[in-house]
């Protein structure tokens, strides 16, 4: 791409030859082992390739497993030095399907799942309003709001105050503080209204209420020391700073409306966001929302975990009935608020549709969460497959669009819907 054109488009250099810039685990792939013509995952890797040649995602990772076996485990481009605004001098360090990479709102999967286990556990019930087990939530108007509604983007305190400093993300107390002191914009539930940071903090500090410990500890206990995890934190230590992937703002500046939606829902411009996102007081902090950090590989082994019915590799990680309570389908499919698009929540997962949804064609039975719209991380019961599309772009509106849709739409085609009897996990 021509140095001009780059400029214009705010998009990374590119090499004459991607296969420089490509990193497999080819140990751990085997499509044929789980039924997939290894020429049919080739096309796939070809979608992930058309998308990182537009250039608006300096680094790309890939797991996709079907059947429970990987498929593809790849990665693509650089985790740092290879941004819009790098000089050719700039060190540029390969991304690896080994690289942690900030999940940003696919988070908000893995947090909702621990507040799914500690229902099940009995140590909360999601009805119950949050000021049951933190009476200072009930101010202002907010006493009946339940946990289920802050799970489900219907909890009435969709972002937090326009005034409120950044540093606050990575101040528990305070942040806490301001949640109590807002006024819900409603109560009843009955309106979607995303909640991209918000109700990851609120959720939290129910979870440390109710169990005495953090919720990093609990984490790590429950799920990410049982699957293995070597990532898979809420942010990561000051000594692994280096080793996360940066985030880069690319793509032409997005217009209105768009720009006033991301102001909206993050609270900032989306150059705000690279700053913030990229300061090693955010990399660091504990933001249950949007700063858990992993590989692609890693996320897919969560959702693969939920595809099996709780279970991973032997070991039960939770039960199967939290799993489907999980991704039940609550109320209809309605405009967001936030978003302004319609979307289908569970409590705690974003829900595919029919006959086309969020995770592509005849996906209603598919569940997942996105990542500032280009992290895509989804289980698809109906076709037994489980996908995590890692990048380090942060575009909306921008030339990348038709390749990541077509990436989606590629993967249903490659995976037809099985009938009901072969699906992992039935969902209704």
Excluded at 90 to 111: D, Q
Aim: glycine residues 10%; proline residues 7%.
């Amino acid at each position: 791409m021509h140095a001009l054109a780059r400029r214009a488009l705010n998009v990374c250099a590119l090499p004459d030859d991607l296969g420089a810039v490509t990193f497999r685990d080819a140990a751990t792939e085997d499509p044929a082992a789980a039924g997939v013509d290894p020429a049919v995952a080739e096309a796939l890797w070809r979608s992930v390739e058309a998308l990182y040649r537009t250039g608006v995602h300096p680094g790309i990772q890939l797991s996709l497993r079907h059947r429970g076996l990987p498929i593809l485990h790849r990665a693509i481009g650089h985790a740092r030095g290879n941004g819009p605004g790098d000089s050719a001098e700039t060190a540029r360090v390969p991304m690896t399907t080994e690289t942690p990479i900030c999940y940003f709102s696919a988070s908000k999967a893995v947090t909702a799942l621990l507040m799914h286990r500690l229902s099940e556990q009995g140590l909360v019930n999601l009805t119950d309003p949050v000021s049951y087990y933190c009476p200072e939530f009930g101010r202002r108007g907010k006493r009946t709001i339940t946990v289920h509604q802050i799970l489900s983007h219907r909890g009435g305190i969709p972002a937090i105050p326009k005034d409120t400093p950044i540093e606050v993300l990575w101040d528990r107390d305070e942040v806490w503080r301001i949640l109590c002191q807002a006024r819900p914009v409603a109560v009843d539930g009955g309106k979607v209204a995303y909640h991209a940071i918000t109700g990851g903090f609120v959720l939290q500090r129910v979870l440390e209420k109710v169990t005495g410990d953090s919720i990093e500890a609990y984490l790590d206990r429950y799920l990410r020391k049982p699957m293995g995890m070597r990532w898979f934190t809420y942010g990561v230590e000051p000594a692994h700073l280096d080793d996360l992937a940066l985030n880069y703002a690319t793509g032409p500046t997005p217009p209105f409306p768009v720009s006033w939606i991301v102001r909206r829902a993050l609270g900032g411009d989306i150059r705000t966001v690279e700053a913030v996102t990229n300061d090693p007081r955010f990399q660091e902090a504990v933001i249950p929302a949007g700063n858990l950090c992993g590989t692609a590989e890693e996320m897919g082994r969560f959702f693969q975990m939920m595809l099996n019915g709780g279970v991973w590799n032997g070991r039960r990680i939770c039960s199967e009935m939290t799993v489907r309570r999980a991704v039940q389908q609550f109320g209809s499919l309605q405009l967001d608020r936030t978003m302004l698009v319609p979307m289908r929540f569970s409590a705690g997962m974003m829900l595919g549709g029919n006959p086309v949804g969020l995770w592509g064609p005849r996906s209603r039975h598919a569940f997942g969460h996105i990542g500032l719209i280009n992290k895509l991380c989804w289980a698809d019961p109906a076709r037994d497959i489980s996908v995590s599309l890692l990048t380090t772009g942060l575009p909306l509106v921008a030339h990348h669009l038709p390749a990541l849709v077509r990436f989606v739409y590629d993967v249903c085609q490659a995976f037809p819907l099985l009938p009901e009897q072969e699906r992992p996990l039935a969902v209704g």
